[in-house]
């Protein structure tokens, strides 16, 4: 039987593994940033009712424009947008490669900020688009003047900014935000995956699309709603950029089943999002214990934090998975990330820590 290396493969993805953090079976999985509350068992019902209604006109393609579901989403969001500024996909994934297949391709570039969403380099190379990452200030921040000099000099088609910035959970003020759209005259793409962790998730780049008609705020249900399984993500823009993902989406993308769950979800707001309050208090409290134990943490606005930095980052990966918690083994050299969980899965987290902390070389 022959292998991958015997295919013709593009010559871009020879040696290319595909992206995936682990999904083992362990008690404690603190690895990919999910809300770890599942939906009350009352809503539960409900998404399985509209499934079941949905299921009753299988034999018929879905909304291909998501009307129900974008008019829901814009009335989420607020700040008086309406269905033709909202885009929706199979999570944000869908909705970064849909804006990279309008705005990118073959001799346009788009830039980002390191260390940053491991996606990112991938959208691009799906999409043949060239791929530059600037790096982020010594305090894993971004100024303006950093942004739209890198913009300039590598001449990019689009340009990523993230907040909070996944994996160091560090914002860029809306201010700076502004600023950098008042001077490019590319497409500005803010990732807002973490917003509602932030202490001040009203505070969004949502704000701005008035002023600019380049500005495109893509969101996800996946982390703070507890609906990383439903695959759901979305962008608010104007209806101009709305139209160009249109023009590039495949047929009937989002399939009937999805957007009733999403709806039902979206319909129970308030109580998909009740504990994202207690998540953030979790993730702060966990940076205070990570400092007080000695480790250098990078400061986080979202339900994550980096923490180090270590000499040998696998093995304390390996052995807190060893005791039964996983966490991420990504970011910068010497770090590890760690989402923010139930009370009890804080504790086996820092009980595997302590347990650990003694055969840990720490980086010079």
């Not at 040696?15 to 539960?44: F, T």
């Amino acid at each position: 039987m022959s292998g991958l290396e015997d295919l013709p493969l593009r010559p871009e993805l020879v040696g290319q593994e595909p992206y995936g953090a682990p999904q083992l079976d362990v008690p404690v999985a603190l690895n990919v940033n999910e809300n770890p509350y599942p939906p009350s068992p009352a809503v539960c019902a409900e998404m399985g009712r509209a499934v079941s209604e949905a299921a009753a006109k299988m034999n018929r393609y879905p909304d291909r424009e998501a009307r129900a579901l974008r008019t829901a989403l814009a009335r989420y969001l607020g700040f008086g947008l309406d269905a033709d500024q909202i885009w929706v996909a199979n999570g944000s994934n869908e909705v970064m490669t849909h804006l990279l297949q309008a705005f990118g391709g073959p001799g346009r570039t788009v830039l980002s900020f390191s260390p940053t969403y491991s996606m990112y380099p991938e959208y691009a190379r799906n999409t043949l688009t060239d791929y530059v990452a600037v790096p982020r200030d010594a305090n894993h921040q971004l100024s303006a003047e950093l942004m739209v000099s890198a913009a300039r000099e590598h001449h990019a088609d689009v340009v990523v900014i993230t907040t909070p910035n996944n994996p160091t959970g560090t914002t860029t003020p809306i201010s700076v935000i502004d600023e950098v759209c008042s001077q490019l005259d590319c497409i500005v793409v803010v990732d807002e995956a973490y917003q509602e962790f932030t202490e001040v998730p009203e505070d969004s780049a949502v704000a701005l699309l008035p002023k600019y008609p380049r500005l495109v705020v893509s969101r996800t249900m996946s982390k703070a709603f507890a609906y990383a399984g439903g695959r759901l993500g979305y962008l608010a823009a104007s209806p101009a950029v709305v139209d160009a993902c249109r023009i590039v989406r495949l047929p009937y993308h989002l399939s009937a089943a999805s957007q009733a769950i999403a709806l039902v979800a979206l319909a129970h707001a308030d109580e998909m999002l009740e504990r994202v309050e207690d998540l953030r208090e979790q993730c702060q409290l966990l940076q205070g214990w990570l400092r007080d134990q000695g480790f250098e943490v990078v400061p986080s606005q979202a339900n994550f934090c980096l923490f180090g930095r270590f000499a040998d980052r696998h093995a304390v990966w390996q052995g807190l998975l060893d005791q039964g918690v996983l966490v991420r083994e990504t970011g910068p050299e010497g770090y590890l990330r760690v989402s923010a969980g139930t009370p009890e899965e804080m504790d086996a987290f820092r009980t595997a820590l302590t347990q650990l902390k003694p055969t840990i070389d720490r980086m010079p």
